[in-house]
């Protein structure tokens, strides 16, 4: 058993020592984020005369460069993988050379030949008793690089923590050692407006129980982590894990327990955090870190299921092209592992690859666009794109036609936006002329409501869309004829798509409707429509259902009325007025549980049925025994 | 959105005692609610797909007036 320190002495230099050996003309890597080599960096920068044409290469760098007066100053050349904010200012002196590349793409780069690394500048962890090092908070990149690299010098730092999986290197590996005796650097995201926590409560609420995870760098997927604490059993199978993941863990919602690969261990490649992450992720066999191709690879990715990967991008055109690392002529963000996770969540079962933004820039400009401009680079293409979603809502692309990703995407647009996006959306041909979009509100997840029928099934009640018009017309097919005619007074061979838009495309202020869904998001299946329009005159509100033949008698009628309900009701809408062929015993039935005071009369048109409210307020009206309404808000 | 207007609101098969069957369709005056639902606001009218026009007898019974034919429903 062996039981000493091992002797690193042999290898320890200064690192000013340690850095005398690098040639003029070198390319030179420096590990990742909270791992940056920061004394042999600054030994480099303090050198006097410098050697000469020095190319530094990273992925992504935090605290890596000497800051003056608020900016990085080297003197050096950069060539990064991520354009962050400590590279960004390097542009305008052309000391940086920004690469756009999936980032799981650099190791086969590497080891090809075509980017040939000379020194490789780490930080790692004491050795252990056998001479291993570990890789602490940065493997990504580093198990390739040092297969590569003609030199490696290491900062070895007893405040780097030792992390599992393929994070371990043997001292013989290294040229020459530095010790540091310094705090982990450490990283919080900024805190992120009120626009932004909206968007990341949208996220949250598709996120179910049993996902696992990839976070990305952005902050609202961060932010999103807050909204998570009351689900079940997630994993994470991320390329970076930040303090949020310890509060999920703290919270308990963590367990790893339906990872398809890697059961019961959160996988990451590298951590930004602080050292609240870093005490909990030392020596903890719970977390695996594995090297950037192993973890993004998106085979590797789509391997598990219930795949959510979650990407933030600055733009995105109307047909969904996702700009993530340049916008408006300036390089920042990158690649990164977005195309790999996108990709791999498509592929996942029951995955989710999911783009937020904030619907407008700072100044107020739209960040949906009808044409991405010069100057806005596209990272992910279209045909990746799943998931859209803004402070105004979700947006489904992936399968849609460019007329219904337009639509879709104007509808999560700022409302001030929407018109000159429809516009422009018309001028392009992507939408018909008579296009319009009635609702200038975000769509309300608040309003969505999972309701257990009496066959046992579970439907989402929800707000409809503009975007809803052609799963409406499956609904419409799917009724009998018998079922038209008493829902429309007339034979109707099909709905025109202006009449599925006036079922649909609503304001939600005097023309609302609501739709019953089963199904995932990404392929609901509308089983039922309820709608009101209401009479500004009377403050009465004319409604009227469809249910399809298979979910008649569930209940569902029942459900969608108390849904329409509770929403007039809580506008101050007097009452409901339903016209009823005499035959329709069912929506008579219907009608006459309507909450307040009922009252009929009939003539030769038919039956006309009025519910005046009572004066309760908005309190949701009551549902029969066999109904078990959840109502349970989403997104809270 | 409520503008009277003739619209077809039904389709239907009738046969004479021959077994000929005939396609009927039911025009009516009326408006159309913001729901979409028809409000009838007069009598039908009936007529087949040329355009000759059918008279009602009762709701099972129709009758060609231009050539003395009548129709009944299929049952």
Known sequence: ?636 | MENRRTHQVDEFKLVDDHGKEYTVFEYQEGTEKPSLKWIKAGPSQFSLSDGTAVDKLDDNTFKIPTIDRVLHRQL
């Open chain 1, 1 to 636: 058993m062996i039981s000493k320190p091992f002797d690193i002495g042999p290898k320890l230099v200064s690192a000013e020592r340690a850095v005398s050996a690098i040639r003029a003309g070198s390319r030179i890597y420096i590990s990742t984020g909270c791992a940056a080599p920061c004394s042999l960096l600054a030994a480099l920068e303090t050198m006097e005369p410098g050697p000469a044409d020095l190319e530094f290469v990273s992925f992504l760098t935090t605290s890596a460069l000497p800051q003056v007066e608020g900016a990085s100053r080297t003197h050096y050349g950069h060539r990064a993988f991520f354009v962050g904010s400590e590279m960004r200012g390097l542009a305008a002196s052309g000391q940086l050379d920004y690469v756009p590349i999936s980032l799981e793409e650099v190791p086969r780069l590497l080891t090809s030949g075509r980017l040939p690394i000379d020194v490789a500048l780490l930080q790692v962890s004491p050795p252990d008793a056998r001479g291993f090092v570990s890789l602490g908070v940065s493997v990504d990149l580093a198990p390739a690089i040092l297969r590569v690299a003609r030199t490696a010098i290491a900062e070895v730092n007893p405040a780097m923590p030792r992390t599992h999986g393929e994070s371990l290197v043997h001292l013989d590996r290294f040229d020459a050692l530095v010790k540091v005796d310094a705090p982990v650097a450490e990283y919080v995201h900024p805190k992120i407006g009120e626009i932004a926590e909206r968007v990341a409560r949208y996220i949250a609420s598709i996120i179910d129980d049993g996902s696992t995870l990839q976070i990305g760098l952005g902050r609202v997927p961060n932010e999103a982590l807050r909204y998570l604490r009351d689900r079940r059993d997630l994993g994470i199978h991320s390329d970076v894990i930040t303090d949020g993941v310890v509060d999920l863990i703290e919270a308990g919602v963590v367990s790893g327990r339906n990872k398809s690969r890697h059961r019961d261990r959160i996988v990451a490649s590298y951590c930004l955090g602080t050292r609240r992450l870093y005490d909990l992720i030392d020596d903890n066999p719970g977390f695996e870190f594995l090297p950037i191709d192993q973890v993004c690879h998106p085979q590797e990715v789509s391997n598990q299921s219930r795949m959510v990967s979650i990407t933030q991008a600055f733009a995105i055109d109307l047909t969904g092209q996702v700009c993530v690392d340049q916008f408006e002529g300036e390089f920042y963000g990158g690649v990164s592992t977005q195309v790999g996770f996108m990709r791999g969540a498509a592929r996942s079962q029951d995955g989710k690859p999911i783009v937020c933004l904030s619907s407008t820039t700072d100044d107020g400009a739209s960040r949906i666009k009808p044409l991405l401009e010069a100057g806005d680079g596209v990272g992910i293409a279209r045909s990746d794109v799943h998931y859209v979603i803004t402070e105004y809502g979700i947006a489904y692309l992936f399968g849609k036609s460019i007329r219904e990703r337009a639509l879709a995407l104007i509808e999560v647009a700022h409302p001030r936006w929407r018109e000159e996006l429809l516009k422009a959306a018309k001028k392009l041909g992507y939408v018909r002329a008579d296009q319009y979009v009635a609702s200038q509100v975000a769509y309300s997840v608040d309003e969505e409501r999972i309701v257990t029928l009496k066959n046992g099934s579970k439907v989402m009640v929800r707000p409809a869309r503009a975007s809803d018009a052609g799963a409406l017309r499956g609904l419409f097919h799917r009724l009998s004829d018998e079922d038209v005619y008493t829902r429309f007074f007339r034979r109707v061979r099909a709905l025109s798509y202006q009449e599925l838009q006036t079922l649909c495309n609503v304001n939600h202020e005097t023309d609302v409707a609501f739709l019953a869904v089963i199904g995932p998001r990404e392929n609901e299946k509308i089983i039922g429509s309820a709608c009101y329009f209401l009479n500004p005159t009377t403050n009465l509100a004319e409604v009227a259902f469809m249910i399809t033949p298979e979910f008649q008698g569930a209940g569902l009628g029942t459900a969608l009325q108390a849904c329409l309900q509770e929403y007039a009701m809580s506008r101050n809408v007097r009452g409901f007025v339903f016209e009823i062929l005499p035959r329709n015993t069912s929506m008579l039935r219907l009608a006459a549980r309507a909450q307040g005071t009922v009252t009929t009369s009939r003539d030769e048109e038919g039956v006309h049925v009025t519910a005046l409210f009572s004066d309760t307020g908005s309190s949701r009206s009551p549902l029969p025994d066999s109904q078990d309404v959840q109502a349970r808000q989403l997104a809270a």
